[in-house]
């Protein structure tokens, strides 16, 4: 069957979404289009313009916020001296719910991927290096993904550390090589924390 032009735009914009393909596409596109009234659509398209207009990255952590600095970082009852550093600021929705790390976050919205083009420059590199001049900071614990492109980016994050004076430190036992931060539950992520190595 053959759909009119505008759902099948609505269709294609579905399957940008991860783990979403055609036949799952095909049905969002269809029930938005026959079930939901014209409130529910403007509901809908008003989230979608406050997202454009409310969210923005965090200019010290870049999490993303709607107030700047963000909750996290505006936080005077946090460690100061400890920087998680992570791929993703899904990946600090995972660890605040262990609930049991009161330190500070880097985003680095990325890894580095040789493969893919993706060099230090094109992540959120150089905000954590204005960052960790500042003395306050004594460890940096790498939580980029057990991947790849997390490894590498771990160690050139170590690398560019050598000598500085930080404790780098990564997070490891437990999660399994290869995995992703956001995948992991709060209780292995708790103790791959407490189980963080130096690095
Ligand atoms: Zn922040």
């Known amino acids: 069957m053959k759909y ?3 759902l ?4 294609e914009s ?16 269809l029930h938005t289009v026959t079930k939901f009234s014209e409130e529910e659509i403007d509901e809908i398209i008003g989230s979608f313009q406050r997202i454009k207009t409310e969210i923005f990255d965090c200019p010290i952590c870049g999490n993303i916020t709607d107030q700047n600095p963000c909750y996290i970082c505006k936080d005077d009852s946090r460690d100061k001296s400890k920087i ?5 600021s899904k990946d ?26 993706v060099g230090p420059e094109d992540i959120n590199l150089s905000s954590l290096m204005e960052r960790l001049k500042d003395d ?10 057990l991947s790849n492109e997390g490894e590498t980016t771990a160690l050139y994050i170590r690398r560019i550390l050598e000598g500085s004076g930080i404790f780098v430190t990564r997070i490891a036992h437990g999660i399994p090589a290869g995995a992703n931060i956001e995948y992991a539950d709060e209780v292995t992520l708790s103790k791959a924390l407490e189980g963080r190595r130096e690095f």
């Not at 099948?8 to 269709?11: A, I, R, V, W």
């Not at 036949?23 to 596109?29: G, L």
């Not at 600090?92 to 083009?117: D, F, Q, R, T």
């Not at 460890?139 to 993904?145: G, P």
């Open 84 to 88: 998680i550093v992570v791929e993703e």
């Open 4 to 6: 009119p032009r505008a």
């Open 8 to 11: 099948d735009d609505l269709l």
């Open 92 to 117: 600090i929705i995972v660890m605040e719910k262990m609930n049991s790390y009161h330190g500070l976050y880097h985003v680095l919205k990325g890894a580095i991927s040789p493969s893919n083009g």
């Open 14 to 29: 579905f399957r940008k979404y991860p783990g979403v393909g055609k036949k799952t596409a095909e049905r969002y596109a």
């Open 136 to 145: 306050k900071i004594k460890e940096v614990i790498l939580a980029t993904n």
